[in-house]
């Protein structure tokens, strides 16, 4: 529990510094994807901090390339 609050208050200082001189300085699509960031981010820390299982990337990389890799193998074979 306090580990989610900790993300949420981190998550909250950061907008506070960061949004108002990008909003100054006029730069709306570095604001939207900083804002996209900041939210992948909180969400994934309050998902670690729930302890919530969360998929390592790799193993997408692993699930698209095993079976090219099997059929490499037939081929060289």
């Given at each position: 529990?306090?580990?989610?609050?900790?993300?949420l208050?981190?998550?909250?200082?950061?907008?506070?510094i960061?949004?108002?001189?990008?909003w100054?300085?006029?730069?709306?699509?570095?604001?939207?994807?900083?804002?996209?960031?900041l939210?992948?981010?909180?969400v994934?820390g309050?998902?670690?901090?729930?302890?919530?299982?969360?998929?390592?990337?790799?193993?997408?990389?692993?699930?698209?390339?095993?079976?090219?890799?099997?059929?490499?193998?037939?081929?060289?074979?």
């Amino acid at each position: 529990m306090w580990s989610v609050l900790g993300v949420l208050f981190v998550a909250i200082v950061i907008l506070i510094i960061e949004v108002p001189s990008l909003w100054k300085a006029k730069m709306k699509k570095e604001l939207w994807i900083f804002s996209f960031l900041l939210l992948c981010g909180t969400v994934l820390g309050i998902a670690k901090g729930l302890q919530l299982d969360i998929p390592n990337p790799l193993d997408w990389v692993a699930v698209i390339f095993e079976p090219l890799g099997y059929i490499l193998q037939g081929l060289l074979k």
